[in-house]
């Protein structure tokens, strides 16, 4: 009888610094080792913004140099959220993080994520979209969020899982666990796959 889940002899090496992305994979019951990584996260301008999840991706399993044993498979992600095809990267200050959740009020949005998967022998990559409907909110609501809750390092400003995403989010179409860092239902597919 084959073990179960399929890629448990595989030891996931997660190429990220997102404590939501360690949370989600450790709910895939497989091992996971974390590595660093350094690698500018720029793209060239003519990429569809679409495109820059999975670009991103793919330029950071690069930047992991060691080579990689016969059982362990290399994961790199990136997540971008776009809205009028106009890109929402991490914000830099509070200000702009108000003024993404501003754009985002009474709105739609969609959440990109790139992943690759990478072994000794094979790579494979992919992006998933989710769409994120937001509720309208007042700029008390914005300045409450932003100033209690960690805003700089996730992309559009929010996390799904957190005090905006419970009061905000009125509907989704598509992974919430992609919203949160990682389509884990795609990745558990794929991982039976090496």
């Known amino acids: 009888m084959k073990s179960f889940p399929p890629y448990s002899h595989l030891e996931l090496l ?34 569809k913004n679409s495109d820059i999840g999975e670009y991103l991706a793919i330029k950071k399993s ?13 994961l790199t992600a990136d997540t971008v959220v776009l809205q009028d095809d106009i890109h929402f990267a991490k914000p830099i200050n509070t200000a702009e993080a108000k003024a993404m ?25 992919f992006s998933e979209l989710t769409k994120v409907s937001f509720m309208p909110l007042s700029d008390s609501a914005i ?23 419970l009061t905000t989010i009125k509907k989704i179409e598509g992974c919430y666990y992609n919203v949160m860092g990682l389509p884990t239902y795609k990745i558990f597919r794929e991982l039976a796959h090496f």
Not at 34 to 39: A, P, S, Y
Not at 149 to 163: F, H, M, N, R, T
Request: negative net charge; contains cysteine.
């Open 14 to 47: 997660l190429a990220s610094k997102s404590p939501r992305r360690r949370q989600l994979l450790a709910g895939l019951d497989v091992a996971v080792q974390l590595v660093d990584i350094e690698v500018e996260e720029s793209y060239p301008e003519t990429l």
């Open 101 to 125: 959740i501003r754009a985002f009020a009474n709105n739609t949005h969609e959440v990109i994520t790139g992943v690759c998967l990478r072994s000794a022998d094979k790579q494979i990559s």
């Open 62 to 74: 690069k930047g992991y140099q060691k080579p990689l044993k016969e059982h362990q498979v290399l």
């Open 143 to 165: 300045d409450h969020y932003v100033n209690h809750y960690e805003v700089l390092d996730k992309a559009g400003a929010y996390g799904i899982q957190d005090w905006l995403g």
